[in-house]
């Protein structure tokens, strides 16, 4: 594979298991140094692609390639070369942390002095912990030992599926700048995750639904996709506040976000701040009298949630 061929490619892959389809005619390409983001929900496909992609399941259609290697013919050539973090912590519980780098570099034919420089920035945060039995580290230090097996053999490219699962949010952005780093270093990145902010880390992202994907873009661009005018919208009675936009003749779509509603609204040839005094004026004519409204860019999610609802709106 030259510098500036795909590391990864995956064209028309089809996998299904009886009559649930995982995947279906999945494509998409993985750049040089580029750090690549599958969004999707539970049964998106995304732990079955991973499965793949490592040579751990075959696929029913199409092909992948990794590091210019098919999935199918260069099994062995592939395991060698990948370095895969599941989404469920997959180390051995009763060893110790320095037991488990050590067995793991075994696996791959070196040594922890070997791959130490690689593995460094991340080791050195858990080292003084190395007699520590895994399964008795915090979330965020099981999440540092497993990315660490994961580069003890210096891999090529890094696949992590939902790695910050379950993890707190100081670790989760932790692990985010770590992969910033091993990124700007040279490699290329494949990570699942179902938090959207997350994403906005990617260079690029692809939004995945029932083993499809939906569409694949910078951060900035999918948000772009939105096909209607957004507002924000607070009320004291959330749910009631919600089942009153959703009854407004205008609206395209209305969805809890947090602490807000996030409202779409069909009239894109309107002013957004005229629409927005319309709203608010109609909420509050319902009781709502503590409502607000404002105009506000639509993000990756409010893109998703359309996509889910309705993709022949805004194509993939």
Known sequence: MSAAEAPLVVEALGKRFEETIALENLTFEVRPAELFGLVGPDGAGKTTLFRILTTLLLPDSGSATVLGLDVVRDFWAIRARVGYMPGRFSLYPDLSVEENLRFFAAVFGT???????????????????????????????????????????????????????????????????????????????????????????????????????????????????????????????????????????HAASAFPFGDRLHYGDVRTDLDPDAIAAEVRAALRSQGFVDAEVTPIRPGIEDTFMALMGAPEEIGA
């Open 111 to 249: 040594s922890v002095e070997e791959g130490y420089a690689t593995i460094a920035p991340i080791y050195r945060q858990i080292e003084p912990f190395r007699d520590r039995r895994a399964g008795a580290l915090s979330g965020g230090m099981k999440q540092k030992l497993a990315l660490s097996c994961a580069l003890i053999h210096r891999p090529d490219i890094l696949l992590l599926d939902e790695p910050t699962t379950g993890v707190d949010a100081v670790s989760r952005r932790e692990f985010w700048d770590l992969l910033a780093d091993l990124k700007a270093s040279g490699l290329s990145i494949l990570v699942a995750t179902p938090y959207m902010d997350e994403a906005d880390r990617c260079d690029r992202v692809a939004l995945m639904q029932r083993g499809r994907v939906l569409a694949i873009d910078v951060p900035a661009a999918i948000g772009g996709r939105f096909p209607h005018l957004l507002f924000a919208v607070r009320a004291g009675n959330r749910y009631a506040a919600l089942q009153a936009l959703r009854g407004f003749p």
